[in-house]
């Protein structure tokens, strides 16, 4: 069980998120929508602490994650796994050793650069990572370079990468905002298939109302940071959206997605095991 407690984040005089509590068991697949700067990904981010809460507390099976430190917080965060909207690749490397990057915190000590890395990791790791592509269709892409891959590639590469971290957790922070219809539907059955498959929870940040419809259980809809709605998607009818809204869904839809493409230019994620590595 992951509880969310009175979690607050202020930046400034911006209220990002207020009083957010929320109980997820494990397992669950959560959809959080919301307009952009409602608030999504400070939530997201502050649940493996890229983000730091104002106020309240996270508890992860009963262990209060808001005050983990050092060694501690860094084995949270890789049992959290994290996706982002542009994927957080490195570009020119092989996709297979893309892969292998979410095994480095298993191995604090493991330095090289990007060209040799690839030989430092023992072969059953290797193994396992090829293993992972293999799983989302990607196993004949593992020696290409990863920006050769589509968008929707990439981002099954990026989940793979995560599913290296062995999880019980994924963050997915608007997994399918870069990508057209078509590739955003194989991310969104690659996250189905390891929560369904693994049992592993997944948080979902979705821009469009029927894709958290279609994949997730259960629905949390954010408006200025707070919970507007939290509940079964069939609850959130044309009519519950409206009094929270204001709108209709496709208006909804329409003034979700259009701003967050040109802020998340500006807002490139850092996730603490891929950034640090050396060019
Ligand atoms: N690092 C930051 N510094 C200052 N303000 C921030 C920061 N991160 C977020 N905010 C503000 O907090 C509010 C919530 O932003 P957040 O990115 O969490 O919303 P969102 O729902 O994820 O939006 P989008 O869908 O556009 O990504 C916004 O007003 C945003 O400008």
Redesign the pocket.
């Known amino acids: 069980m992951l509880q969310l407690e009175n979690l607050s984040r202020r930046?400034?005089a911006?209220a990002?998120?207020s009083g957010v509590s929320l109980s997820i068991p494990a397992g669950q697949m959560v959809g959080v929508i919301?307009?952009?700067?409602?608030?999504?990904?400070?939530?997201l981010r502050m649940v493996n602490r890229l983000t730091e809460p104002s106020e309240g507390r996270i508890l992860h099976e009963g262990q209060e994650v808001t005050r983990l430190r050092g060694q501690a917080l860094r084995d949270w965060r890789t049992r959290c796994g994290m996706i982002f909207q542009q994927f957080n690749l490195v570009p020119r490397l092989d996709v297979l050793t893309n892969v292998l990057v979410g095994r480095l915190n298993h191995h604090p000590g493991l330095l090289g650069t990007l060209g040799t890395l690839f030989k430092r990791f023992p072969a059953e790791e290797r193994a396992m990572a090829l293993m992972a592509l293999d799983r989302f269709d990607l196993a004949g892409q593992a020696p290409q370079r990863a920006d050769t891959l589509s968008g929707g590639q990439q981002q099954r590469v990026a989940i793979a990468r995560a599913m290296m971290q062995q999880p019980r957790i994924l963050l997915a922070d608007?997994p399918i905002a870069s990508l057209d219809p078509r590739n955003a539907r194989t991310v969104m059955d690659a996250l189905r298939d390891v929560n369904r498959r693994d049992g592993i929870t997944v948080l979902c940040?979705l821009?469009h109302l029927e894709t958290a419809r279609e994949y997730c259980g259960r629905i949390v809809a954010?408006q200025a940071?707070r919970v507007m709605f939290d509940g079964a998607p069939g609850e959130l009818t044309a009519a519950r959206l409206r009094d929270i809204y204001g709108v209709s869904e496709a208006e909804f839809d329409e003034q979700?997605t259009a701003?967050?493409a040109a802020?998340?230019a500006g807002?490139q994620a850092s996730p603490g095991r891929v950034a640090p590595l050396p060019a």
């Open positions: 930046f400034g911006t990002a998120v919301g307009r952009s700067g409602a608030g999504k990904s400070t939530l608007e940040n821009h954010l940071g979700s701003p967050a802020r998340s807002r």
